[in-house]
């Protein structure tokens, strides 16, 4: 019914940066809440970033990470800066989404590997 497709993760030494990218598609009539979760081995899943009524950021990333979106294209981006070993993890798109039938319910992505070496 909706697919979330992410893409822009890969290997980068620390200090580099990576956008990601996530495109929702299906029975979609909005988007009002996406973004990014991230989730290390032998970690919880949490979210890096959000966006819709308000944007939010995890601590660890704030000044160096930015949220964006394309609300025509139900798409969200994650542009990463300053990336350290840290954010090393699979980042997972999220997506509250409302579709043709106005049914409101969470997707996910099926994640994109970041690695940051030092």
């Known amino acids: 019914q909706v697919q979330l497709v992410e893409s822009g993760g890969g290997l980068v030494q620390a200090g580099g940066s990576l956008r990601l990218s996530c495109v929702a598609s299906?029975?979609?009539?909005?988007?009002?809440?996406m973004g990014w979760y991230r989730q290390s081995p032998g970690k919880q899943r949490e979210p890096v970033a959000t966006s819709g009524a308000s944007v939010d950021y995890m601590d660890s990333v704030k000044g160096r990470f930015t949220i964006s979106r394309d609300n025509a294209k139900n798409t969200v981006y994650l542009q990463m800066n300053t990336l350290e070993p840290d954010d090393t993890a699979v980042y997972y798109c999220?997506?509250?989404?409302?579709?043709?039938?106005?049914?409101?319910?969470?997707?996910w992505g099926r994640g994109t590997q970041v690695t940051v070496s030092s």
């Open positions: 999220y997506a509250d989404i409302i579709t043709r039938d106005l049914a409101r319910r969470p997707y």
């Open positions: 299906g029975s979609i009539t909005s988007a009002p809440r």
